[in-house]
């Protein structure tokens, strides 16, 4: 399989590939235009997308000290949540909203954008990343997610090389905060064994990808996949798209992505 010139791993693509590998395929290899709707209405779900691109914008610049004008509407509801509920005791020292880290791994690149890093070197670590989508996810689900792994590895190695010093995982952690349950953010802590455990899971899968020498990659056994995949039609599993009540609209981060970024 021919890949693009420069190709990186993220937590976005490797998730497509734990879903369907042929869904990975057709979108990060051949670059195949989606020839249906993720979901219908597909205006609401567009619309819930900038949205929650907007409300991600105006937390940047919260944490850049820009000036904020208070917004209106449903973002302006999250807007008084957020403020309302802040993430507890993050590290003061070093704040980065929308802070983008590419570390190697398995003869490639493995890249993150985090929504916020809170540093405090030698201390402590925190990634925030904010939800918007009406669906709150299980921590059963977050946990089993590759933006879990992929967020805690890449902070582990990124910020070790940053820092010139060896960066302990237990001092590292990631905080999941919702609009829709401001007051319930989901934290996930970290540990050596994970980091390792982590390091190995990525390499391995990264390597069974890329030793992939069918011309069509397999389909996802699991149909329920397919009706929240641009590429049902393609694959003849349908043509009926999941509502927007019931998907969880992810953010996509590879969208915002260069084609090459290094420390």
Not at 167 to 180: C, H, N, Q, S, T
Not at 181 to 198: D, G, I, K, L, R
């Amino acid at each position: 399989m021919r890949y693009p010139p420069v190709f990186q791993y993220s937590q976005s693509n490797l998730q497509d590939y734990l879903d369907c590998a042929r869904r990975f395929q057709l979108r990060h290899l051949d670059g195949q235009p989606w020839p249906a709707p993720l979901v219908e209405p597909l205006s609401d779900a567009e619309a819930e997308r900038r949205l929650g691109e907007h409300f991600h914008r105006l937390i940047e610049r919260y944490y850049l000290g820009i000036p904020v004008e208070p917004p209106v509407g449903i973002v302006g509801v999250w807007w008084e949540a957020f403020l309302d509920h802040l993430p507890a005791n993050l590290p003061r020292a070093i704040r980065r909203p929308e802070a983008l880290y590419s570390v190697p791994l398995a003869d490639r690149r493995l890249v993150a954008k985090f929504d916020l890093l809170a540093i405090d070197p030698r201390r402590q670590i925190v990634i925030v990343d904010w939800k918007t989508g009406r669906l709150r996810p299980s921590r059963e689900s977050l946990a089993s997610r590759m933006q879990t792994r992929v967020y805690l590895f890449t902070a582990v190695e990124a910020l070790a090389a940053a820092f010139g010093e060896t960066v302990r995982p237990a001092a590292v952690k990631l905080i999941y905060w919702f609009a829709a349950a401001p007051e319930q953010p989901e934290v996930f802590t970290y540990s050596e064994a994970e980091h390792e455990a982590a390091r190995r899971d990525l390499t391995e899968l990264i390597e069974s990808i890329e030793r992939h020498a069918e011309s069509i990659w397999p389909l996802t056994a699991h149909l329920e996949r397919c009706r929240a995949c641009n590429y049902r039609s393609l694959c003849e599993r349908g043509v009926e798209a999941a509502s927007v009540s019931e998907t969880v609209i992810e953010d996509d981060d590879e969208s915002e992505v260069p084609d090459e970024i290094a420390l």
